[in-house]
């Protein structure tokens, strides 16, 4: 992930793009945790919340990958297909996880 | 967690008066981080809080200038916490920005909710222009009624938001 050019596509210094991508991706983890559980316990509306908070988050640093699978996970809660949104929002938060190690 | 970020910015209250006083509201800490950045280069004293019940406990002694509320949040929603904030007599003059996500997605008339504009969330480099022309907007006294469409929903493309 080129960190520098997602910065200068969104005008940014690089450091204070990076202070931005480490919070998204602490809030990021806590939260697919949350949605996991919330759709475990089959509480559409808040799995989708969450998918919903992430996506815009994603879209704000452009980080679109990360965008459209919020955004399946999103429809997926919607549609009440909740064991699917568990499967996608685990593989989202391998990938977050992933990138965390280049961040740190 | 709210307490924290208030004594972390306290500092910045000391500053000078005719600095403008902004509160944001959003339970995302990296959009707090970044309108925090964004508003202190432009020399305003900004507070944060990351809930609605927050918002209202630094409002009983802080008045701002301005205060951008997030539409989507836990506990007390951003609709809920305008009304309540625009109910209050020391905030009748308060100029009030929706930032908001669901722009995109489903109707929302804030001026219904006491707001004087809303800006839709997209991309932080249109964020800045927005959120920076509404504090021109201000400065410049120009009347609500201009401003009544939602800022920046050109950004985000229908085909980018799905709910």
Redesign the interface.
């Known amino acids: 992930m080129n960190f520098k050019e997602l910065s200068e596509?969104?005008?940014?210094e690089e450091d204070?793009y990076m202070?931005?991508i480490e919070?998204?991706i602490?809030?990021g983890i806590s939260d697919l945790k949350k949605l996991q559980t919330a759709a475990e316990e089959a509480n559409a509306k808040k799995a989708?919340?969450i998918a919903?908070?992430f996506?815009?988050?994603a879209?704000?640093?452009?980080l679109m990958e990360f965008?459209e699978i919020a955004?399946q996970i999103?429809?997926t809660a919607?549609n009440g297909q909740l064991e699917r949104t568990v499967q996608v929002a685990l593989a989202l938060k391998e990938k977050l996880s992933a990138i965390a190690g280049f961040v740190s | 967690m709210p307490l924290q970020v208030l004594s972390r910015n306290m500092g910045i209250l000391k500053g000078n008066d005719d600095m403008k006083k902004i509160l944001v509201v959003d339970n995302h800490p990296m959009m707090l981080k970044f309108m925090s950045n964004l508003l202190e280069k432009k020399r305003c004293q900004v507070l944060t809080a990351s809930d609605g019940l927050s918002a209202l406990e630094i409002l009983k002694t802080y008045t701002p200038d301005v205060i951008f509320i997030d539409f989507v949040m836990p506990n007390i929603s951003g609709d809920k916490l305008c009304r309540t904030i625009r109910s209050m007599p020391q905030m009748k003059n308060v100029y009030l920005v929706i930032l908001s996500a669901i722009a995109a997605e489903k109707t929302v008339d804030f001026t219904e909710l006491g707001a004087n504009a809303c800006i839709a969330k997209g991309p932080f480099n249109k964020m800045s222009e927005h959120v920076l022309d509404v504090l021109d907007r201000l400065d410049q006294k120009v009347p609500n009624d201009v401003a009544k469409k939602i800022i920046g929903l050109e950004d985000v493309h229908p085909r980018e938001i799905t709910k």
Not at chain 1, 59 to 62: F, I, P, R, T, V
């Open positions: 596509n969104l005008s940014m204070e202070e931005l919070l998204f602490e809030t989708a919340d919903h908070s996506k815009g988050a879209l704000n640093l452009g965008f955004k999103e429809r919607w």
